[in-house]
């Protein structure tokens, strides 16, 4: 098979159009996938192969897209060390003892993969011959995974997690270490099975300073991806209102870097060189606009994005409200792109 439209625009390969995908793109905006979650827990669906496939799927066959994103979520590695959580609808995922202690985090063991959570290299498997777009893997970044584990569930601020960073930084320090290599073996794990490319989802890292991020941070986020090397996929690095910190993310090691819509693909190109694909940023609040604003949004972003090394996306997840005829629209632009700038 030749290589995806996405690998090769990851890579910074010439390609005739930009690949698109959206972050969040199974989930709550489609009716088939609220069908299926009615009668099941987000967890169970994400453990069970055959459901996690056919929400893997939806988004697919419904727009058209260029990738698929394994249906999970960050947390569910950390279910596969042991940690007490769920999901609840609505919040996130909630915790039943948050780390704060050395005894809490050293509790925190490395993932086996093939024995805490086979049922997801089965689902990539079942994807790898069910699927005609190549698929991402993903797991959590070690900080927004932290941030989860110390504050106990979802926060606006990470504020008791920068309480530990400053409190008790060894202890922060080897926390990091530890999620850091439990994402590593479950990327592995589904680069194994067969996904073709990874995002590592540092969502939360926005609210720390650059010094913060380089002092505490990026060494564990540099391990993550070198442990992953070896593998030859394409791995990209994303997270929310990281304007001031996108050299000091490219310094970890990343093939791409996702954009938030606060910062401009060009800004970020001019930053960062050709030499770093960049992948974003169409606000994902345009998308519930009028189409027509919508559109002019869109192309606000195509016209800003360079030839090579760049992949359409949404600034951030697809809001729950949005319009599934919305995203369809969007792909049908994204794909109709560079012939109608050469027409
Ligand atoms: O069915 C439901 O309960 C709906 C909500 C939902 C869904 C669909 C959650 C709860 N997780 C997911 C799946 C999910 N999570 C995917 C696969 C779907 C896809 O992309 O197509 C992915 C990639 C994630 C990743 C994820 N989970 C992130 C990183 C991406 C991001 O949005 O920044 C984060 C931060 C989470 C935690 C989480 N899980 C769920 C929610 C509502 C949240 C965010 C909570 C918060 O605001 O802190």
């Excluded at 050395?102 to 086996?112: E, G, T, Y």
Aim: glycine content about 10%; some cysteine.
């Amino acid at each position: 098979m030749s290589t995806p439209l996405l690998v090769r625009a990851l890579r910074g390969e010439p390609v005739e159009r930009p690949p698109v995908w959206f972050m969040r793109q199974a989930g709550r905006s489609l009716p088939e996938y609220r069908a299926l979650r009615s009668s099941r827990s987000l967890l169970q669906l994400a453990r069970a192969p055959e459901l996690t496939a056919e929400a893997t799927m939806q988004p697919v066959r419904r727009h058209g897209v260029d990738a698929a994103i394994l249906f999970s979520d960050i947390v569910v590695p950390l279910v596969g060390v042991g940690v007490e959580l769920e999901i609840r609808p609505g919040l996130g995922p909630v915790i039943a003892k948050p780390i704060r202690t050395a005894s809490d985090v050293r509790r925190l063991r490395p993932l086996c993969p093939e024995e805490d959570l086979p049922e997801v290299a089965e689902a990539v498997g079942l994807l790898r011959t069910e699927l005609e777009v190549p698929l991402i893997g993903f797991a959590g970044g070690p900080f927004t995974l932290a941030s989860y584990l110390i504050e106990g569930g979802p926060s606006k601020t990470q504020a008791t997690t920068r309480a530990m960073m400053f409190g008790q930084p060894a202890l922060f320090c080897e926390l990091l270490e530890r999620l850091a290599g439990i994402a590593a073996a479950s990327l592995r794990a589904q680069v194994q099975a067969g996904a073709a490319a990874v995002q590592v989802f540092e969502s939360w890292i926005g609210s720390l300073s650059r010094p913060q991020y380089e002092q505490y941070v990026a060494g564990p986020t540099r391990a993550l991806f070198d442990q992953l090397t070896d593998l030859d996929v394409p791995r990209v690095l994303f997270g929310v209102g990281t304007g001031h910190l996108l050299e000091a993310m490219a310094a970890t090691g990343p093939d791409a870097i996702g954009l938030d819509w606060r910062t401009s693909v060009a800004d970020a190109r001019e930053r960062l060189g050709p030499g770093i694909a960049l992948q974003g940023n169409l606000d994902p609040a345009a998308l519930l606009a009028p189409w027509p604003v919508t559109e002019r949004e869109a192309r606000a972003v195509l016209v800003d994005a360079p030839e090579t090394g760049y992949i359409f996306n949404l600034g951030h997840g697809v809001l729950p409200s949005t319009p599934p005829e919305t995203l369809g629209r969007l792909v049908e632009l994204v794909h109709g792109h560079k012939l109608e700038a050469i027409a």
